[in-house]
């Protein structure tokens, strides 16, 4: 059964300071997705990897996807309080089959 | 472009009820998803429809939920009867094809069921 892991749950983090946040699943797939959800609202897409190596940048956030290590990570770069809020990965198994890790939720304190 | 609309936004209703969720995917998206997101946890799929057919719904507990997107645009999923451990907040989403595109998602019905 594919289990998508995201570590850690909490961050807390001071503003200017840079994080990883993790993403591993435990089965063959070449899609990932992040998602950010704000408290309270949906799920707003950030970044789709397509395939091994790919990286995408949008502001102070940059994800990247390994898929021999299974691995996926976001990395913040001097984070903002704005960008406090849940971030999901999600992993797609098959053409219909997509899921999600339990989210961890960002704090970014001034 | 329009997104996802859902009603009702929220909802209260007694265990052994039944209660009904609506959505209207963006124009043009063929493939339409139910999520259920209980509390502190990521969304878990429950239905994949594309277009008028279901893809999965290995995840939907069909004893008691049912969903249905009969011409291919909107869609509503049933539960009949709830259970308290229903409650949670219904997310629906939609992409252009199939789920290695971007889904855009609705922002959800929140049901709480006492």
């Known amino acids: 059964e594919l289990k998508v892991e995201q570590n850690p749950l909490f961050l807390s983090m001071q503003e200017g300071k840079n994080y990883t946040i993790y993403c591993n699943y435990s089965?063959?797939?070449?899609?990932l997705y992040w998602y950010r959800q704000d408290p309270g609202k949906s799920l707003e897409s950030l970044f789709v990897?397509?395939?091994?190596?790919a990286v995408k940048q949008e502001g102070r956030l940059m994800a990247s996807l390994d898929t021999k290590a299974r691995l996926s990570t976001l990395h913040i770069t001097a984070a903002v309080h704005d960008l406090s809020a849940t971030y999901f990965c999600a992993v797609d198994m098959t053409s219909s089959d997509m899921r999600f890790g339990a989210g961890t939720r960002l704090t970014v304190k001034p | 472009e329009a997104g996802v609309a859902q009603s009702p936004r929220y909802k209260i209703i007694e265990k052994r009820q039944s209660v009904a969720f609506w959505c209207n995917p963006i124009s043009g998206h063929a493939t339409l998803y139910w999520y259920q997101q209980i509390l502190g946890q990521g969304p878990k799929l429950l239905i994949q429809f594309q277009n008028n057919g279901v893809v999965d719904d290995s995840q939907l507990p069909k004893d008691r939920f049912s969903a249905e997107r009969l011409k291919g645009v909107d869609s509503t999923l049933k539960i009949q009867p709830a259970k308290l451990e229903d409650s949670a907040v219904y997310l629906c989403a939609s992409s252009r094809g199939g789920s290695q595109e971007t889904q855009y998602f609705g922002p959800g019905t929140r049901l709480l069921v006492l």
């Open positions: 990897l397509l395939s091994n190596g």
């Open positions: 089965t063959t797939s070449d899609r």
